[in-house]
């Protein structure tokens, strides 16, 4: 079965702080996703990775950066967060290739910036 | 740009109903395209995926089609169970890119 384990289930941080939420999962999979899900939004794509040390930018990847020093973990960053960056945050992964392959997602972290 | 749009956005049915969930898109060039389910306050739980070559999968209660050329795919669910009581949120891929839909709120009463 795959895994993908997310670091924090909820998160509560203040505005200006620098913000990590961690991703990993077990199954060796080269693509890796950092979702946000806001009511009446849907999920909306911040950014991918399909291989160590590369990165795509999503839909909005504004306010936020990752990192993946590793195929196992993909680390989203909140360089100074801010209230409207409270969200759930959902990561997910994929075996390989262009969208061939079945995303399977984390549990997901909720953010709430004061 | 690619998008989804899912109807009915909720959804209220008796316990052993077969319903069926709706999902459009607007560019067919898709990879795939994808069901979730999505308890509240979790992550999402993939039930079937649809190949762009695929016309339709189905697992157990389950079976989703795929039309590319009209853009549209299905989701059937018989005989409903209130375990079954969820959103359903389906996506489509296209290159790197997946794009969801707002998801249909489904609560099947006992």
């Known amino acids: 079965d795959v895994k993908v384990t997310q670091s924090s289930r909820y998160l509560v941080k203040r505005t200006g702080e620098k913000v990590f939420l961690e991703c990993v999962q077990d199954?060796?999979?080269?693509?890796m996703f950092w979702y946000r899900q806001d009511p009446g939004l849907g999920l909306r794509l911040i950014y991918f990775?399909?291989?160590?040390?590369?990165?795509e930018k999503g839909d909005i990847p504004e306010g936020y950066s990752v990192s993946r020093e590793k195929k196992e973990r993909f680390s989203l960053i909140l360089e100074s967060a801010s209230t409207n960056q409270t969200s759930m945050y959902l990561c997910?992964?994929?075996?390989?290739?262009?969208?061939?392959?079945?995303?399977?997602f984390g549990p997901g972290t909720r953010l709430t910036v004061l | 740009k690619q998008e989804v749009t899912q109807i009915p956005a909720a959804l209220s049915v008796p316990e052993g109903e077969n319903l069926v969930l709706n999902c459009s898109f607007t560019?067919?060039?898709?990879?795939?395209l994808q069901w979730f389910r999505q308890d509240p306050g979790k992550g999402l739980t993939s039930l079937l995926l649809?190949?762009?070559?695929?016309r339709e999968q189905t697992s157990g209660r389950l079976n989703a089609s795929l039309d590319k050329s009209s853009g549209r795919s299905t989701l059937y669910i018989a005989a409903s169970q209130p375990g079954d009581s969820a959103t359903y949120l389906c996506?489509?891929?296209?290159?790197?890119?997946?794009?969801f839909g707002a998801g249909t709120r489904l609560f099947v009463k006992a």
């Open positions: 990775s399909y291989d160590v040390k590369m990165k």
């Open positions: 649809i190949q762009s070559s695929q």
């Open positions: 199954m060796d999979h080269e693509n």
């Open positions: 996506a489509v891929t296209g290159g790197f890119k997946t794009i």
């Open positions: 560019d067919s060039a898709i990879y795939n």
């Open positions: 997910a992964s994929s075996l390989r290739g262009e969208g061939a392959d079945t995303q399977y």
